[in-house]
């Protein structure tokens, strides 16, 4: 049986829960936040609640400060203090902190973005976190200079995974434009606050994207700008990063016989300001110039960033007579592009380079599954009452789930991820419903999106083959999106279709659910509901090999099969491979020969420095 290697636990850069990413509150404390926010109370005693809130909620021990300016003298543009190191979550002594902050003086918001980036720690050995700063604020900077806008603008072209929101509590005007330019330029997300309930509910939701940023796995490399030069990759999971505008190459070396695969996850920070058209290119090269292929990813929409992945096959043909069938030298290339206005941010960059081996002599695979037939999009999704589930933060830490009716909470501009198994014959089919919310008085008028993606286990995105639209309006009222793949299948390889090319070898398979940035303006809870419905069709083949017996199952004692109540592993489909007895006299069916990498592996020959 084929051995298949997991990503590692621990690597250079990788993140734990949450142990990469950092917060900085920076609080008004001018001398306007002792006026009354019409509920008898000053604006300066409603921030406070609403920071109690926030740390209330926040991860144990996530690093967590407090900055304030206008609070020591009544005029002064320098008046900007740390009142709170940015340590790990110490919850009662923040709320000493700002319980002890009494409204006075300027607002010199530009100078203390800059000493709150400063606040900020940088993630250790190279590693790639979310680092935040939330500013909290009644009015616009009076200081003049530095201007907040374009302190924002160099720290978030310089300070890669650093993200600035603001939260405006009752401005209007100069005072918003000003600060919707700061989230713009510091690649974060504007959160208006008419009054001290809706205050306490954006600060829960910004601080809550930065305790829940992507959690990154992979080793540091640095990719090039042309083939020369570049980095020697073998099977394994690698972290860089990527500017607008800009190719990043990759040089692997491949044999005449195994499919390679490549996939490049970008991470922007959610909600960033991006363009419908932006995109992410993966391609493979070969020689002075020829191509094996490259596919493309947009956003699809402008309300903000997402996770975006694409990713590309190196497959053999069946004759093994095409230009990218020879064993040598490839390289692995990825573009970013941008439109103008959109997110100027270096984007971390998750790469993903697996080698799987061709099935062994003798074996005939089975034929190709290239229908959704009971998948497709009238499938009978399951019922029942939903058990709760927390998605992860990206494919590392992927919730598991197994088929059967899942619950969750999800935030504006946020993408969770789940994680079903699927072996060979089967599919994945699923729904995604968003919940009735309660809405703000505003609103009826405004609308949101949820979407949905499904990946192979090689991280390769699905279309929906037409099947399916993957993504709805969302404005408070129950909403549903719908997706599937085709059955995996060895053959599925050499279809033409992008929903079933991808689809050729079992295991873990991949749902990212999104919420648009807008809802922020029309959910009145901070969060929002979610139940996924998901369905794997079909009996598990012991292999991919034509007539292959159904794949033994553990059954209990009742002779029922525990595998689809299973909710806390993979019940055993794709990676692993499954020996199965046929016939009396127990022959050993031979399994194709998957090798798919996704850990820390030996190189032959790599830059190891800092992303260029």
């Keep these: 049986m084929p051995a298949v290697a997991a990503p590692a636990d621990t690597a250079p850069g990788a993140s734990g829960a949450g142990s990469n990413g950092s917060l900085v509150m920076v609080l008004d404390s001018s001398g306007s936040m002792a006026d009354d926010d019409g509920t008898g109370h000053t604006r300066m005693e409603s921030a406070r609640t609403a920071v109690g809130t926030v740390v209330d909620g926040l991860p144990d021990g996530y690093p967590t400060g407090l900055r304030v300016y206008g609070a020591d003298r009544t005029r002064g543009c320098a008046d900007t203090r740390l009142v709170r190191p940015v340590r790990g979550l110490d919850r009662a002594a923040v709320k000493r902190a700002v319980a002890a902050v009494r409204p006075r003086g300027d607002t010199p918001i530009g100078l203390s973005l800059r000493k709150a980036a400063e606040d900020l720690p940088r ?4 590693a790639i976190g979310t680092r935040t700063i939330l ?3 009644d009015g616009e900077d009076n200081c003049g200079t530095p201007r907040p806008c374009e302190v924002a603008e160099q720290l978030g072209k310089e300070e890669i995974g650093l993200r600035i929101d603001t939260v405006g509590f009752q401005v209007r005007g100069a005072a918003r434009e000003q600060l919707e330019c700061v989230a713009a330029a510091g690649n974060g997300r504007y959160y208006d606050a008419p009054d001290a309930d809706s205050l306490a509910r954006q600060l829960q939701r910004a601080s809550q994207l930065s305790a829940d940023g992507y959690r990154f796995r992979g080793e540091r490399i640095a990719g090039t700008a042309t083939s020369a030069g570049a980095p020697v990759l073998g099977a394994g999971q690698y972290l860089d990063t990527i500017g607008p505008g800009e190719k990043r190459y990759y040089a692997v070396d491949l044999d005449a016989a195994s499919t390679a695969d490549f996939s490049a996850t970008a991470v922007p920070q959610p909600g960033a300001a991006v363009d419908t058209f932006d995109a992410l290119r993966t391609g493979i090269a070969y020689g002075a110039g020829g191509s094996c292929g490259s596919e493309t990813a ?5 309300e903000g960033a997402t996770p975006l992945t694409s990713a590309i096959a190196r497959i053999p043909t069946a004759r093994g007579t095409g230009p990218c069938d020879r064993a040598g030298r490839y390289w692995l290339v990825v573009e970013r592009e941008s439109k103008k206005g959109s997110d100027a941010a270096r984007w971390p960059l998750e790469l993903v380079h697996g080698v799987e081996a061709p099935l062994p002599k003798g074996v005939t695979p089975a034929q190709s599954q290239p229908e959704y037939g009971g998948g497709g999009e009238d499938a009978v999704p399951p ?5 709760d589930v927390r998605g992860g933060t990206g494919f590392n830490d992927a919730g598991k789930i197994a088929p059967g009716v899942w619950r969750d909470r999800i935030l504006p501009s946020q993408t969770l991820w789940y994680k079903v198994p699927a072996g060979w014959g089967q599919q994945v089919r699923y729904d995604v419903e968003f919940a009735n919310e309660p809405t703000v008085e505003r609103g009826g008028s405004t609308y949101s999106y949820g979407a949905t993606q499904l990946f192979t286990p090689a991280r390769f995105p699905l279309t929906g083959g037409g099947e399916f639209t993957p993504t709805t309006l969302y404005g408070g009222r129950p909403s549903a999106v719908r997706m599937g793949g085709v059955p995996v299948a060895w053959t ?5 279709g992008t929903h079933v090319r991808p689809v050729h070898a079992g295991g873990d398979f991949y749902i990212s659910v999104t919420l648009g940035a807008r809802a922020a303006d029309i959910a009145e809870n901070p969060q929002i509901g979610v139940v996924l419905r998901v369905s794997v069709l079909g009996d598990e083949l012991a292999g991919p090999e034509h007539h292959a017996p ?4 553990n059954a209990d004692k009742k002779g029922n099969s525990s595998r689809a109540e299973d ?3 993979t019940g055993g489909a ?3 491979g499954i020996a199965a007895a046929a016939g009396a006299g127990a022959v050993v069916v031979v399994i194709a020969g998957l090798v798919f990498v996704r850990g820390r592996r030996g190189r032959a020959a790599q830059t190891t420095r800092g992303s260029a």
């Design 123 to 126: 993630p250790s050995g190279g």
């Design 135 to 137: 500013l909290v604020s």
């Design 298 to 302: 947009h956003f699809s929409q402008k």
């Design 383 to 387: 019922s029942g009452d939903p058990r």
């Design 492 to 496: 599925n390889r050499y279809e033409n």
């Design 550 to 553: 159904a794949a033994a199952k």
């Design 567 to 569: 909710s806390s592993g």
């Design 574 to 576: 794709g990676w692993t």
